[in-house]
């Protein structure tokens, strides 16, 4: 999974997506998945392209089981883009590059000018 990427937990979850000011992009995946091994260098290369206006992260579901079962995870890679506690997009499996950035500039597109400010 992905290193420049915050690695989410059952135990940080509230804090770095709840109350994060940012939306939050989640790569729900795991190291078996071979998707989810294509696509981490994309997903690291978008927490570096948006650092600042969207927080990129990553759940490894055979590590934090909770939170697989808490969303209904049930294939892998599963992304989803989360502002607060709400669901704002999503999709199932690995997506280009291009599909992935169309996500979050939707996510920053909904978010207020003056939080992106």
Known sequence: MSSAAVRLTAGNWEQEVVQSDLPVFVDFGASWCPPCRAIAPIVDALAVEYAGRVKVA??????????AERFGI????????????EVVDGRLGAAPKAVLKEMLDGALAAVPAAVRA
């Open 74 to 85: 049930q294939s892998v890679p599963t992304l989803a883009v989360f502002r607060g506690s």
């Open 58 to 67: 990553t759940v490894d579901i055979d590590e934090e089981p909770e939170l």
